[in-house]
């Protein structure tokens, strides 16, 4: 009787080629997560930047009434009312 010893092959280009595809798989996740996050914080600071815009525009508009002098002088006299700085 021969009794046949079972070999174990271990097979190293198997165990690379998936340590290789794991690692690829997990640094596509990690990145797929930052691009979220840059999206989310992209959209936050253009929603910041039309705010911002739009503010600009009334200030604007404020400092053309300020540089007329007829509008300045109705101003100082009490006839024309002073531009709402609170107003958007």
């Not at 165990?15 to 794991?22: S, Y």
């Not at 002098?69 to 101003?75: A, D, V």
Request: charged share 20%; proline share 6%.
């Amino acid at each position: 009787m021969t009794t046949a010893k079972t070999r174990i092959r271990f097979r190293w280009r198997r165990v690379a080629t998936l340590v290789i595809g794991a690692y690829l798989v997990y640094w596509t996740g990690v990145s797929v997560h930052h691009m979220m996050v840059i999206s989310r914080d992209q959209s936050a600071l253009s929603h910041k930047i039309a705010v911002i815009q739009t503010q600009n525009r009334a200030l604007k508009s404020d400092i053309h009434i300020l540089n007329n002098p007829r509008q300045l002088k109705g101003m100082l006299s009490g006839k024309v009312p002073f531009p709402d700085p609170t107003a958007p």
